[in-house]
Every structure is written in structure tokens, then in C-alpha cells.
């Protein structure tokens, strides 16, 4: 059972998702219903890779599955049948687990890369045959719908969808925390470490495999019931590889090994995309550079390094690792601003635009605008000034991670404790 104090920072967090809403505004409130749901479909989807240890790069199936689902079952309800607007997630739940069910069956004969790879190809048969299947998925338009009101609920603005998304994905949230502590959650962990002794125990191994993956179907359903209701439409890009592999970036980063460590990782994409992506083009190069650095430096996502260093609060002279926490911070925003200088400067220099004025300066290097300063290509000063702030920020990143190790050694004895695996489902 989590620890008291742990019981009131999330109540806590809680109640600021309640009372905060109301002061913010559209814009945000659209953006927290899209980092609820992108919570709620990495918790399901974290179900398969961090307890089972089953990777599938094709959750968009049943994320889709649920928002058709639920349009219909709208659809339904716009014609006169008297179903509460509030319990529409349900259709996608029903049909997440219905159709996890069939595609958990084939897809667990097999393991590893091959269960990856028979994931993926589900995705794409739905993602190719939406298009074709106008009376079910709308064809290539897809299907709309309208929220209809209920009990007093008119459900026309935003925040009444942001409340009941809210609702939904507390409630999922905590069947997904209960699972994990209940004989069968366990069973999961045990696939996941061994298989072979849990068929030696006398388990069905294939069985509880289709079970789990049907669980997380049914989860991934919700949210995208949730997405559905909120957008009022769908098409058949949900089914599209990119819903698959966003859920999985946002999974690692936050770290599968501890149970909210899917939640900060779609928040912290969701909201990243939500303050970026209006910013500059280049804004998925940038989240595929987040996966690849925190993979590389910390395996075990942010949260697993969050928690390593919540478990080991009491052994650490945080005087002393103040000072290097802040010079990393300070080289990491050194090299984040030469990387973001060299993108940005990429994606003037080979866009069309500055191919127009190459054109018209018969094929010189015109100067370009660039962080409300114009640089010009041929000059040297401005690319010195990117390779300063990277050479300036590995240098001093490089030191610091020196000290910060020399200060974790201390503590254990050991320089390499930042590799350790944090233990499922957060302290108990």
C-alpha cells in the first residue's frame, strides 16, 4: 500500500486538477483532456511492456476500435436512444476487450520480436482496411458525431469534457493500480521475469497472456472512447503507426518500471507538443532526441530516476549534489540551445523559402532571420556560436556527471547505482 505521504501528494494533485481548469484558458483545457487521455493510454499500454513484458507496436488498433465505438454508440444516441453521455467510454471498453481478446489470442502464440511484429501488422490491417469500410469506419472522412446533453449536462463546452475525462481516468487509473496488486497482477510480473517456470507452476501461459492483453485493450478502448467524445470525430489515422509509437515514446520516457512513470512521460510529450509544435516544424526531431538521450542515459526513464532518488533520499548529501545537479542543468541547456541553433538554422537553410532567395540572389548565401537576429551562412561567427554553447555545455556536463558519481559512490560504493532498476508499481 502506498506510504501516507504519498497518498496526499496525489490527492493533492488531485484537487489542482479540479480547481485549476476553470481559470484556464480553451487552449489549455484542450490540451489537459489531450494529456489525460495520453495518461490513461500509456497506463494501459504500460500494462503490456512494463508488468508482462510484452512489446506491441500496435496499440493504435485498439485505441481506434474504441473511439469508432464509441461515435457509433453517440451516433446511436443523437437518434433517440436514452444511453447517459457520461458512460459512453463503456462502448469503447467493450469493444477494446472484444477485439483484444481475438488479436491476443494470435498475437501471444508468439514472443518477443515476433509478438511485436504480429501487433504491428493488426495495426496495419485496421489502418488499411478503415478506409474501405465506409459503413463502419466512416472511409477516408471518417464519423462524426455530437455530445448530447444529460441531466442538466449540456457537455458543449470544454470543461465539462475535461471533468468527465477526469473522472474516467481516475477511476482507470485506479483499476489499473488495483490490478497490479491483485494474485493475477502478480502472475503478470512472474510472465514477465520467467515464463517458463510459471507453465512448470502449472499456469496457463498463452491464457493469462490473452487475458492481460484483452485487460489492456479494453483500458486503451477508454481512452480512446475519451478522444472520440472529445473531438466529437474520427478518421482512420488513428489506426496510423504514429499513435503506435507515440504511446511507446511516452511509456520509456517516463520510465515503464514504476506505475505513474507512463503519466509523466505523456504529460511531458503531450504538453511538449502542445507549446512547440506551434513554435517550429522541426518539433518531432526534438521529441525523437528527448527518446534517444534519456534511453541512452537513463534506461529506466524519468520516472525511475525520480524514484531512485526518492528511495535513497535519506543516504544522500543533497548539499553537496545540489551544486552538480545545477551545473548539469546548466550544460544541458548549453547543448539543447546549440542543438535547437544548428535545427532551426537546417530547416531555414533547405526550406523553400530560402531557396527562393538563393534564386533570387543568383545562387549566393543571402543572410536569414533566425531568433529575431539575421545570420548570415558564409560567416564564421555563426557557427561558432552554436559549436561554443555545445563544446561550453558537454564540457561542463561532463564534470559534473564526474562529480555527481563521485558523490553516489560515496553513498554505496558503487559508481554505477544510476543503472538500477526500480522496482514495479512505485515504493510499496
Known amino acids: 500500500m502506498p506510504n501516507l505521504r504519498t497518498l496526499l501528494i496525489l490527492a493533492a494533485l488531485l484537487v489542482l486538477l479540479i480547481a485549476v481548469p476553470p481559470f484556464l484558458g480553451l487552449g489549455w483545457q484542450n490540451a489537459l483532456v489531450n494529456v489525460l487521455i495520453a495518461s490513461l493510454f500509456a497506463l494501459a499500454f504500460n500494462l503490456l511492456i ?23 454508440l453517440m451516433l446511436a444516441v443523437e437518434d433517440g436512444l436514452p444511453f447517459p453521455t457520461p458512460l459512453l467510454p463503456l462502448a469503447g471498453a467493450a469493444a477494446g476487450l472484444l477485439v483484444g481478446l481475438v488479436a491476443g489470442y494470435f498475437a501471444s502464440m508468439r514472443s518477443g520480436v515476433y509478438f511485436a511484429l504480429v501487433t ?69 510480473l512472474a510472465l514477465r521475469d520467467n515464463e517458463q517456470r510459471v507453465r512448470f507452476l502449472g499456469y496457463n501461459a498463452h491464457a493469462s497472456k490473452v487475458i492481460i492483453f484483452a485487460v489492456s485493450a479494453m483500458f486503451t478502448g477508454i481512452a480512446g472512447a475519451l478522444q472520440a467524445i472529445s473531438n466529437e470525430t474520427a478518421n482512420y489515422s488513428l489506426f496510423g503507426s504514429i499513435v503506435s509509437s507515440q504511446v511507446v515514446l511516452q511509456t520509456f520516457v517516463g520510465g515503464a518500471t514504476v506505475f505513474f512513470g507512463p503519466v509523466i512521460g505523456a504529460t511531458a510529450f503531450a504538453l511538449f507538443s502542445f507549446l512547440v509544435s506551434d513554435l517550429t516544424r522541426s518539433w518531432l526531431l526534438y521529441q525523437g532526441l528527448i527518446f534517444v538521450l534519456i534511453m541512452l542515459y537513463a534506461p529506466t526513464g524519468i520516472g525511475g530516476v525520480v524514484h531512485h532518488h526518492i528511495r535513497n533520499r535519506h543516504q544522500l548529501d543533497w548539499a553537496r549534489l545540489a551544486g552538480p545537479y545545477l551545473m548539469a542543468l546548466a550544460g544541458g541547456l548549453l547543448i539543447a540551445g546549440g542543438v535547437v541553433f544548428l535545427v532551426e538554422s537546417a530547416s531555414v537553410l533547405f526550406g523553400e523559402e530560402y531557396a527562393r ?30 559549436a561554443a554553447l555545445l563544446a561550453g555545455g558537454i564540457a561542463v556536463l561532463i564534470r559534473a556527471r564526474r562529480e555527481i558519481d563521485t558523490l553516489w559512490a560515496r553513498k554505496d560504493g558503487t559508481r554505477d547505482t544510476m543503472a538500477e532498476t526500480a522496482p514495479l508499481g512505485g515504493e510499496a
Open 50 to 72: 512494463g508488468q508482462a513484458g510484452l512489446l506491441s507496436f500496435g496499440h493504435a488498433a485498439y485505441f481506434g476500435v474504441g473511439a469508432f465505438a464509441a461515435l457509433h
Open 357 to 386: 532567395l538563393r534564386h533570387a540572389a543568383e545562387g549566393g548565401l543571402p543572410p536569414y532571420a533566425l531568433f529575431g537576429a539575421e545570420w548570415s551562412p558564409a560567416s564564421v561567427l555563426t557557427w561558432i556560436i552554436p
Open 120 to 188: 504491428l501488422a493488426i495495426a496495419e490491417l485496421f489502418h488499411s482496411l478503415a478506409p474501405r469500410l465506409e459503413g463502419l469506419f466512416g472511409g477516408e472522412s471518417g464519423v462524426s458525431s455530437m455530445r448530447m446533453p444529460w441531466q442538466g449536462f449540456s457537455f458543449g463546452s470544454m470543461l465539462e469534457v475535461y471533468y468527465m475525462t477526469l473522472a474516467w481516468v481516475v477511476l482507470c487509473g485506479l483499476g489499473l493500480w488495483a490490478y497490479t496488486r491483485t494474485p493475477f497482477g502478480r502472475l503478470t
